[in-house]
């Protein structure tokens, strides 16, 4: 990387894989800059920080978070989300070109806004007052003044992203039109119940597996539409090299779900339709982050550009 642009050379795909590539067609590459590199990276570290109170600290919300969580396992699915957050944060950050890093910024950016909403809607139900302890206050201030920077600092490094000169590479590892359809439908159902949650909780809730507050439902949906947005943006990229950080993300999504789930088994509803549905979904999720982190790994991608080429 040399100033603001990536050189890239594309190998020309004529010459036998045991000699040296010749130089096919170069252009400047749109590098990822570092002002946003550095807020991805701090951002994994607030999300790591968040997964720990709600994922290992369960039980002591009123003390250690910003709000007081009465149902374990709605504190245990939240850190999950943060912590599987962790990884697209940090992988978007590490890497050198923006196209293979902005899979992160929407997602990270919809949720964001969407919990400082939901938080100001409810500021009534933090822990501002003076009956609390100092600790938790200042841990609840510091809630909600990362809720409001980090949106506002992405929107101005965004725009300075966007004037950096440069264009993408090109698509090496395509998804399968079956993964394509299947994040389809996750995107559309995510972000369309995600926005029934948020906008009605009262009315919406009841069809989630377990018990929620109203506060609770915005938080959880400001959950279901930024996934809903990783999905929808994948099918712009359409490249599980560029989606590599939010394959992972997805994977450990699920994975930490699962152990919520293990930890506190009384509390979901098994046998309703809600419960089968987020059953369901779970194993969904697993399945498109397995599939496209596999198919982004070199072996994979040279295999899915030769199928390419032989159809040419």
Do not use: C
């Amino acid at each position: 990387m040399t100033g603001s642009t990536v050189r890239y050379t594309e190998p020309d795909p004529r010459k036998p894989s045991g000699r040296p590539a010749q130089a096919g067609a170069a252009g400047a590459i749109r590098p990822l800059v570092p002002g946003m590199r550095w807020l991805l990276f701090t951002a994994a570290v607030l999300v790591l920080l968040a997964g720990f109170q709600l994922f290992v600290l369960t039980g002591r919300t009123g003390t250690f978070f910003a709000w007081t969580i009465a149902n374990p396992l709605a504190a245990a699915f939240l850190g999950g989300g943060y912590w599987a957050s962790v990884s697209i944060e940090a992988l978007a950050g590490r890497q050198a070109l923006w196209a293979n890093a902005r899979i992160a910024v929407p997602t990270v950016f919809v949720f964001t806004v969407l919990t400082l909403t939901a938080s100001l809607m409810h500021l009534g139900q933090f822990h501002l007052g003076s009956h609390f302890a100092a600790g938790t206050r200042i841990v609840t201030w510091a809630w909600i003044a990362i809720y409001v920077l980090v949106p506002l600092l992405m929107l101005i490094i965004l725009a300075v992203q966007a004037r950096i000169p440069g264009m993408d590479p090109p698509r090496s590892a395509p998804l399968p039109r079956w993964l394509l359809a299947l994040l389809a439908v996750q995107g559309i159902i995510l972000f369309g119940f995600g926005v029934a949650l948020f906008a009605v909780p009262a009315h919406v809730m009841q069809l989630w597996p377990w018990r929620l507050t109203p506060l609770l439902a915005q938080a959880t949906a400001a959950w279901l539409i930024s996934l809903g947005v990783a999905a929808i943006h994948a099918l712009f990229e359409r490249d599980a090299r560029r989606l590599r950080p939010a394959a992972i993300g997805y994977i450990l999504l699920a994975l930490l779900q699962v152990i919520a789930l293990a930890r506190y088994p009384q509390r979901f509803e098994w046998g309703s339709a809600p419960g089968i549905v987020y059953l369901v979904f779970l194993g969904l999720i697993l399945l498109s982050g397995v599939a496209g982190l596999a198919y982004g790994l070199p072996s994979a991608a040279g295999a899915a550009r030769s199928v390419t080429r032989s159809r040419a």
